[in-house]
């Protein structure tokens, strides 16, 4: 019995490296894709859970909505109020005390408020010592600042003076409380 031995050298495979590579390629690719798709899952759970978190929010904003546009309303409404009380000016008092001043109401001619703390008065005066009287009578009021004689004019044997009284507002309001 004949055996035959090849003893012919074995050629290495040529394609044994680019499978070995091919095979790694195909592993590491199906983790990074393993990994990307946990990745959009993990994220796609937390993205449901702040939707529904903000959609929870939402609700009790709409909720709340109203109660807090009021409550600003509220403030709004304060905060103006406590403005125009600050800026408001006791008229019917003040009126009534530099009224008070003259010796007869009928010596007032005209009476007005000017908005920048001040006030304009007409009258007229029998003599002018009573014209200077009055006047010394304004100066001594608590909340007069100043007091000056802009006009005076001899009508019919009488002076029609008109003055102009700068008052403080703080003092007015503390003397008179607030206005009427």
Do not use: W
């Not at 290495?12 to 490296?17: G, H, I, S, V, W």
Request: aromatic share 8%; glycine share 4%.
């Amino acid at each position: 019995m004949n055996t035959e031995i090849n003893l012919i050298e074995q050629q290495p495979n040529k394609f044994a490296p680019f499978l070995k590579f091919g095979i790694l390629f195909f592993v590491l690719a199906l983790c990074v894709i393993s990994f990307v798709l946990f990745q959009k899952n993990d994220y796609q759970s937390q993205i449901e859970i702040k939707s529904e978190k903000l959609a929870e929010l939402e609700s009790i904003l709409l909720e709340n909505r109203g109660a807090v546009k009021d409550y600003k309303k509220q403030e709004r409404l304060i905060s103006d109020v406590a403005g125009i009380r600050s800026a408001s000016v006791p008229n019917l008092s003040v009126y009534k005390s530099i009224l008070g001043l003259l010796s007869d109401s009928k010596q007032l001619i005209m009476y007005e408020t000017l908005p920048s703390n001040q006030i304009l008065v007409e009258a007229k005066f029998d003599t002018l010592p009573e014209l200077a009287g009055y006047v010394s009578a304004l100066l001594k009021l608590n909340y007069v600042k100043n007091t000056e004689l802009t006009n005076v004019i001899l009508v019919d044997s009488a002076y029609h003076a008109t003055l102009t009284v700068a008052t403080d507002l703080e003092t007015l309001t503390k003397e008179f409380g607030m206005n009427e």
